[in-house]
């Protein structure tokens, strides 16, 4: 079992390209969400879902896009990459909506010039 | 909304006991969990407090008290491979959807010592 892959583990964009990073999970999670991490700070939540065709917004979703059309995949879409978005991102899910545990992936590390 | 309030460092020697407090705000929440994160590494999960009480997981245990609005990770033996950083994270209700979106604190980040 590979548990929750991240693709690509590395990115450099440009001001205003556009990118999808992919979240895989094969334990049969129902919840999914995306997080960013700044140096030095903690996680904040982009966007989550709750199971395939349902999605919530976070504490920062403003340039990023979600869909969740199987119980798989997750794949987070910037729309138009900007400085601000230089970040750490980490797919994360867990069995359950309520449930303790949070199993992430190895993250994605996204450099925007 | 959420916020989480944890101190952003401690130093420890190696075989002392740390703990690393952890207050928050919230209306309404699941549970109380933390989770360590070495640098340049994806965070892992150390324990989950669903109810008041005490959870103890080998060298690790976490307590919560929710009339208190706390809880805190309690680090036993301290070894050099626990210098790390330390996440409190609260499994909060949501408004939309009754999910359990989870909300971080900012971290502390703990150098144990020889």
């Known amino acids: 079992n590979a548990g929750v892959t991240q693709t690509p583990k590395f990115q450099v964009l440009k001001t205003g390209q556009s990118m999808t990073l992919q979240c895989a999970q094969d334990?049969?999670?129902?919840?999914m969400s995306w997080y960013r991490q700044d140096p030095g700070m903690g996680l904040r939540l982009i966007h989550y879902s709750v199971g395939a065709g349902i999605t919530d917004q976070g504490e920062v979703p403003n340039g990023y896009n979600v869909s969740r059309s199987t119980t798989e995949d997750f794949p987070l879409r910037l729309l138009s990459a900007a400085p601000s978005q230089t970040s750490v991102y980490f797919c994360?899910?867990?069995?359950?909506?309520?449930?303790?545990?949070?199993?992430f992936g190895e993250g994605s590390r996204l450099t925007v010039l | 909304g959420q916020s989480l309030e944890q101190p952003s460092e401690v130093t420890a020697v190696e075989g002392a006991i740390v703990q690393i407090n952890c207050t928050y705000q919230?209306?309404?929440?699941?549970?109380l969990s933390w989770y360590q994160q070495h640098d340049g590494g994806a965070p892992t999960f150390l324990s989950y407090n669903a109810l008041d009480g005490l959870e103890e997981t080998g060298r690790f245990s976490s307590f919560l008290s929710r009339s208190d609005s706390y809880g805190y990770l309690l680090l036993q033996e301290l070894q050099m491979k626990d210098s790390a950083s330390y996440f409190c994270?609260?499994?909060?209700?949501?408004?939309?959807?009754?999910?359990?979106?989870?909300?971080f604190g900012d971290g502390t980040t703990l150098t144990v010592k020889p």
């Open positions: 994270a609260v499994r909060e209700r949501s408004d939309n959807t009754n999910a359990g979106k989870s909300t």
């Open positions: 994360a899910t867990s069995r359950g909506s309520s449930t303790g545990e949070l199993f």
């Open positions: 919230t209306s309404g929440f699941y549970g």
């Open positions: 334990m049969n999670h129902e919840y």
